[in-house]
Structure formats: structure tokens, C-alpha cells
């Protein structure tokens, strides 16, 4: 079991990934809550939900929430609806709210937590490869049909339990959408851990060390990231690589067309040939792009309207007075935040979806 401290200026979490959590959920967590509200979707409801269900309610009076699987759950509807379950069952601001699934699950219940009666606990169990970068730094929000993560708030658990063998029931989708964020790590943090990630075969079965080593990795550079800067006012916005196209694309496509890392998959290619372009960084987009294409990710696009994609992007957070910002990379582990002009970003993005044959 490995154990890490998330430290902000405001709070403090531990991060707990190691195996047969799930099965000892009730040793993990403080006896004090007496009401328990667990919140997850149909597909991972099916697997884990009864076990968490029983061992807690050895100790305490648990519920159980169940959303469809799949982004578009992440809506105003499903959130209204679990105000509705929590205030049914009798939730108090001592009780507690358990996200059990991947980054859809952890920011929608993270997010009903942060706002049910002003702020309720809630511990993140997160059951997805995603959920390495999701479930730590305390972003929890729904989706506006206008654009990702619109609506949230910065809200940190009580706890991330993690455990690690959940991972290996995850069907092939879910593991491409969760790698791209390992990808992402390496490719802000280090050119080692990089190209470990990039010499991985996603179609076969990972070996669990290989996949534990990756994700710890990930979470430490998250976890220094977020230690320094939790609100991004500034350094944190680097997590951002790959998303500001990632975001529009998931936006306009409507959610749940791509999956979220499929998305940041194309947006760090993106993010790849901007930097090119405007820091005249020398970056391995060719190899990022032979593994994706070899580990079966989406790489062309339904036809989208260049003007469409970047008024998304205008509605990016990180985007003042309207102009856009992306994270690019003067080289591996070199990130900066750089606004990109619409003229400039036009002419890029073309090229960009025609190299894709989009
Ligand atoms: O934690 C962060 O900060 C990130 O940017 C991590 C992203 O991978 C994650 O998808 C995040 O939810 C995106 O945040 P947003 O503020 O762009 O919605």
C-alpha cells in the first residue's frame, strides 16, 4: 500500500492506492459518520457497490445512488436528482458522500458534496485508471451543453481510497481515456517517465507493477502541482495540456461521443503542433501519435467547424477577455501557458484537422 499526503495552504488529504481496499472500505474510513450516501454509475454499481454496501452497513446506515454511465451524467438533471436523493435520505451536514467510480462519478458526487447544505464530507473511491489525475486536487463539477466542467467548484475530499484492483476489469475504452492522462503527466513532468508510458502496449493485459508505478508516478506530479498552486492561478493551469481542445471537441461532439482522454489525446497533439509553431520546441509528435494510432485511439474526427471548435475554446477557463489559452510545452517537462491569437490558432487548427484528415 502506498500512501501520499495532498498538502494545501487550506487542507490536508491522504491518497491511499493499494489493493483489497474496497473489500476493507470500513477500515479505512472514520467511524464518525452515521449516514452514508453512495453515489455511482450502473457499470461500476454492478461490480463493487454491493461490497462497499456491506461492509458499511456493518457500522452504518448506507444509500446507494446509481447514474447512468457515461458523461452526459454529468448534468444539471442527474445533480438536481441527487440533492433530491440526499435530502430524502435524511443527509445532514455530519454524513457522508462516497463518489465509488471513475472521474464522471468522483467530479458529479464531489460536486452534490460541495453543495448539499453548504458543504458535506465526501471521500473519493475512484475505480478507473482516469480517476489517477480526477480524484486528486479537489476539481469536482458538472458539464453546461456549452462547454466541459462549466459549473463546480474547487472542493477537496476527505480521502482518496484507491484501490487498484478494480483496474483490471476496466473495458479497453476506458483504459486508452485513462492513459492519456498518465501520458499527459509524463509529458509535462519528465522525458523518462514519458517515454516508460510510451513503450506500454495497451492492448494487452497491463502488468499490474508496470500500471501502479505509472499511476503513482502521476499522482505525485499532480500532487506537487496542486500542493503549490490549488485554486490555478498559475502553475496548475499545466494539468490543462491537451484540454483546451480536448474540452471543445468533447463539447461539440456532445458529451460522451469520445471519451474525455480520447479527447486530450487529440488536444495534446494539438497542443504539440502549436508549440511547434509558436516556441519552435522540438517534440515527439510523431511518436505520440504511432502509439495512439498502434493502441487503437480515435485519431480522425467527425467533420467540426474550425469557428465552432474555437468559440468552445473561448469558453475555456483558463480563457480571459475571450482570448484563447493553451498550454504548450517548450520542451518535455517544460509547460507554459500562452494565449494564442484567433487568426493564428485558425490557421493552426485547419492544418491541424486536415493532418488528421478530419
Ligand atoms: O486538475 C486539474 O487542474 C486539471 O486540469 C486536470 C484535468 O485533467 C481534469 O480533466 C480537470 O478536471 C480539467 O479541469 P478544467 O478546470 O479544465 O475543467
Known amino acids: 500500500m502506498h500512501k501520499q499526503t495532498i498538502k494545501t495552504s487550506t487542507n490536508q488529504y491522504d491518497v491511499v492506492v493499494g489493493k483489497d481496499i474496497i473489500n476493507h472500505i470500513d477500515q479505512y474510513l472514520p467511524r464518525k459518520y452515521k449516514n452514508i450516501l453512495v453515489i455511482t454509475d450502473a457499470e461500476v454499481h454492478s461490480l463493487y457497490a454491493d461490497k ?54 468522483g467530479d458529479l458526487a464531489g460536486f452534490v458534496a460541495s453543495t448539499y447544505m453548504r458543504g458535506i464530507d465526501f471521500i ?25 466542467n462549466l459549473i463546480g467548484s474547487f472542493y477537496p475530499p476527505q480521502a482518496v ?36 508510458i510510451l513503450k506500454i502496449d495497451l492492448t494487452k493485459a497491463l502488468q499490474p507493477q508496470i500500471l501502479s ?5 502521476g499522482i505525485a506530479v499532480k ?3 496542486v500542493e503549490q498552486d490549488e485554486k490555478e492561478s498559475n502553475i496548475r493551469k ?3 495540456f491537451g484540454h483546451t481542445l480536448g474540452h471543445a471537441i468533447e463539447s461539440e461532439l456532445g458529451y460522451g461521443r469520445i471519451t474525455h482522454g480520447e479527447a486530450v489525446a487529440i488536444g495534446m497533439l494539438f497542443a504539440i503542433r502549436v508549440s511547434e509553431d509558436k516556441l519552435a520546441s522540438n517534440l515527439p509528435f510523431n511518436e505520440l501519435f504511432q502509439w495512439l494510432s498502434s493502441n487503437n485511439y480515435p485519431l480522425t474526427l467527425p467533420p467540426l467547424s474550425v469557428d465552432d471548435l474555437i468559440n468552445r475554446m473561448k469558453k475555456d477557463k483558463k480563457s480571459e477577455n475571450a482570448q484563447v489559452q493553451m498550454v504548450l510545452l517548450k520542451e518535455i517537462g517544460n509547460p507554459i501557458a500562452m494565449n494564442v491569437d484567433d487568426g493564428e490558432l485558425t490557421g493552426l487548427l485547419e492544418k491541424f484537422l486536415r493532418e488528421l484528415g478530419s
Open 213 to 217: 508505478d505509472h499511476i503513482q508516478k
Open 161 to 196: 481510497l484507491y484501490d487498484i484492483d478494480t483496474l483490471h476489469s476496466l473495458p479497453e475504452k476506458e483504459i486508452r481515456s485513462g492513459y492519456a492522462e498518465v501520458v499527459k503527466h509524463g509529458f509535462i513532468s519528465n522525458e523518462d517517465y514519458l517515454s516508460d
Open 52 to 105: 462497499v454496501v456491506r461492509h458499511l452497513s456493518a457500522v452504518t446506515k448506507v444509500h446507494v445512488s446509481v447514474v447512468p454511465a457515461g458523461e452526459s451524467s454529468k448534468s444539471i438533471n442527474q445533480y438536481y436528482q441527487l440533492l433530491t436523493d440526499a435530502i430524502n435520505y435524511q443527509l445532514d451536514r455530519k454524513s457522508l458522500i462516497i463518489a465509488l467510480g471513475g472521474g464522471m462519478i
Open 223 to 225: 500532487a506537487s502541482i
Open 238 to 240: 499545466f494539468l490543462n
Open 124 to 148: 473519493q473511491v475512484p475505480t478507473t485508471i482516469l480517476a489517477h489525475d480526477s480524484s486528486v486536487g479537489g476539481k469536482v463539477a458538472i458539464n453546461h451543453p456549452e462547454g466541459k
